[in-house]
C-alpha cells in the first residue's frame, strides 16, 4: 500500500460484503466491529464531540460548527460523509483534509489488525469512522464535530461519549434501513442522546419532537429545540448572501454569511446555540460569539446552494429527499423566473416525491443519474416520471447531460441548476475543478 490509490481500493474492495440494511434493525454488529478494532488500536475519547444526526442539514451544521470552534482557538476535528472533491475532506482538522501519508499510514494498521484477527465482515464506512476517530485521537483534538452516516442509534459512529448531540431537520430518507414512518425514523435519530448530555433540536414535525422530548427526559438530558427557545428572524436572503438575526430571550447576534438559503439560518443556529452551550463558562465568552459569527461570514460548503458559475449563473446542490428540494426551490424561484434543472438522482432514493416537485417546476428538466458505482441507478425508469411533461429530456450519460446543460444556458442566458444526490454533485465538482 504505496499511495492513497490502493489505499481506496483496498477500503473500497468491502463494498457490498455486508448487508448495511441489517446493520441498523436492532443490530449493534456496526458499532461494535468499530469498537473491537480501535480498542486494539489503543484508541481513547480524549477530547470533546458533538455528535450531529438528521435528515437535512447535517452536514453544513457539523462543518459551520467545527469552523466556529476553530475561531474560538480550539483544535477542531470534523467528520462528514459523503465527500464532494476528494475522500480526505471526510476527515479534518481546522479544516485541513487528513493527509495522504496519515491517511494511508492508517489504512495499513486497520489491514493488519483485519488479517490478523481473520476480519472481513466490515463496512466501508466503519473503516472511515475508524480512520476519522484514531486520526483525531493520535493528533490530540480539542473537539470533533462528528456527522452520523445513516441514523443514529446503530450508526457505528455512536460508539462515542458526545457533550451535545445535535438533531437536524427529520424527514423520509433510508426508509428501507431506518423505518417507513417519521416515528420510527426519529426513534433511530434520537437514539444519539447521552445520558446527562445536552440535546439541541431542529424545529420537527409533531411526531419527531414528541419523540425527542421522550428520549431526552430518560436520558436526564437539557433539550432545546428552534423556534421554541431560539430562533431566526431572515433579513435578506439573495443569490449573494443570507443574513438574519438570531434570537434567544434578550439576546440578538446578526449574521452574514455566503451560505445561502434560508434553511441555514436554521443549522446556523443550531451550530450557533450549541457553540454558546460549549463556550458557556468562559468569562470572554461575548467576544467568542461574535468570532464565531465571524468566521462564517466567508465560509463555503460544496454543494449547498454552491454558484460554480456567474452570468449565466450555475448552482449545484445535494439536496436528495422531497422536502429539501422544497426548500431549495422555494430560495431558488426567489431569486429566477426560470431555470434550466439538471436532475440526477440515486435510484434508491424516493424519487417519485421528488419528480412529483419537479414536474410543476417552471424549468427545463434534464434527467440523468450519477456516475457513480456506489449503487446501479437507472435514470431512464427517472425519466417515466417527466414523459407526458413539455420541456424535459432523458440524458442518460451524466458528463453529457452537463455538456447540454451548460451549452443551454450559454445559448439562451439561462440560469441552471444541478440536482438530486450530493453524489452528482461530487461528479460535477470533479468534472469541472
Same mark, same amino acid.
Given at each position: ?21 441489517n ?7 456496526h ?9 486494539? /488500536?489503543?484508541?481513547?475519547?480524549t477530547?470533546?464531540?458533538i ?7 447535517? %452536514?453544513?451544521t ?6 466556529? /470552534?476553530?475561531?474560538? %482557538? ?17 476527515i ?13 499510514? &492508517? ?31 493520535i ?9 452520523? %452516516? ?27 434501513? /431506518? ?21 439541541v ?9 414528541s ?8 436520558k ?26 438570531? &434570537? ?27 457553540f ?20 462564517i ?20 446542490? %445535494? ?22 434543472? /439538471? ?78 444526490s ?12
Amino acid at each position: 500500500m504505496n499511495n492513497i490509490n490502493e489505499a481506496l481500493n483496498y477500503i473500497y474492495s468491502f463494498m457490498g460484503k455486508k448487508n448495511s440494511k441489517n446493520l441498523h434493525k436492532n443490530n449493534f454488529n456496526h458499532i461494535n466491529n468499530v469498537k473491537e478494532i480501535l480498542n486494539i /488500536l489503543e484508541y481513547k475519547q480524549t477530547f470533546k464531540i458533538i455528535h450531529i444526526t438528521g435528515t437535512k442539514g447535517k %452536514g453544513s451544521t457539523t462543518l459551520v460548527l467545527s469552523n466556529m /470552534l476553530k475561531s474560538a %482557538g480550539y483544535k477542531t476535528a470534523s467528520f462528514v460523509s459523503p465527500h464532494i472533491i476528494n475522500v480526505r475532506e471526510r476527515i479534518a482538522i481546522n479544516n485541513e483534509w487528513i493527509s495522504e501519508k496519515d491517511f494511508i499510514d &492508517i489504512t495499513k494498521k486497520i489491514k493488519n489488525i483485519l488479517d490478523e484477527n481473520e476480519i472481513c465482515d466490515i463496512t466501508v464506512f466503519e473503516i472511515f469512522t475508524i480512520i476519522g476517530l484514531y486520526y483525531f485521537y493520535i493528533q490530540n483534538v480539542d473537539y470533533a464535530c462528528i456527522e452520523v %452516516g445513516i441514523g443514529g442509534k446503530l450508526d457505528c459512529t455512536n460508539i462515542v461519549d458526545s457533550s451535545i448531540s445535535v438533531i437536524t431537520s427529520i424527514s423520509y430518507d433510508h426508509t428501507e434501513i /431506518l423505518g417507513n414512518t417519521i416515528e420510527e425514523i426519529t426513534e433511530q435519530k434520537a437514539g444519539i442522546i447521552k445520558e446527562n448530555s445536552i440535546v439541541v433540536s431542529a424545529y420537527q414535525e409533531k411526531e419527531s419532537i414528541s419523540i425527542i422530548e421522550k428520549i431526552a427526559k430518560e436520558k436526564n438530558s437539557k433539550l432545546y429545540i428552534f423556534k421554541k427557545d431560539f430562533n431566526a428572524e431572515i433579513i435578506s436572503n439573495t443569490n449573494k448572501i443570507l443574513e438574519f438575526n438570531y &434570537i434567544e430571550k434578550n439576546e440578538n447576534y446578526n449574521f452574514k454569511t455566503a451560505l445561502l438559503g434560508e434553511h441555514q439560518s436554521e443549522n446556523i443556529s443550531l451550530a450557533f446555540k450549541s457553540f454558546k452551550l460549549l463556550m458557556n463558562n468562559l468569562n470572554d465568552n461575548e467576544k467568542l460569539f461574535y468570532n464565531a459569527i465571524d468566521s462564517i461570514k466567508n465560509f463555503n460548503i460544496n454543494a449547498r446552494l454552491t454558484f460554480v458559475q456567474r452570468n449565466p449563473d450555475i448552482i449545484i446542490d %445535494g439536496a436528495h429527499n422531497s422536502k429539501s428540494l422544497l426548500r431549495i426551490l422555494k430560495t431558488i424561484y426567489e431569486w429566477y423566473d426560470y431555470l434550466i434543472i /439538471l436532475f440526477a438522482p440515486l435510484s434508491e432514493k424516493d424519487i417519485k416525491s421528488m419528480s412529483e416537485i419537479l414536474k410543476d417546476a417552471n424549468a427545463f428538466i434534464i434527467v440523468s443519474s450519477p456516475n457513480t458505482n456506489y449503487k446501479e441507478n437507472d435514470s431512464y425508469k427517472t425519466y417515466q416520471y417527466f414523459k407526458g411533461r413539455e420541456n424535459a429530456i432523458h440524458i442518460e450519460d451524466f458528463n453529457e447531460a452537463v455538456k447540454y446543460m451548460q451549452k443551454l444556458s450559454k445559448e439562451k442566458n439561462i440560469p441552471s441548476l444541478v440536482i438530486g444526490s450530493l453524489y452528482s454533485a461530487s461528479d460535477y465538482f470533479n468534472l469541472n475543478v
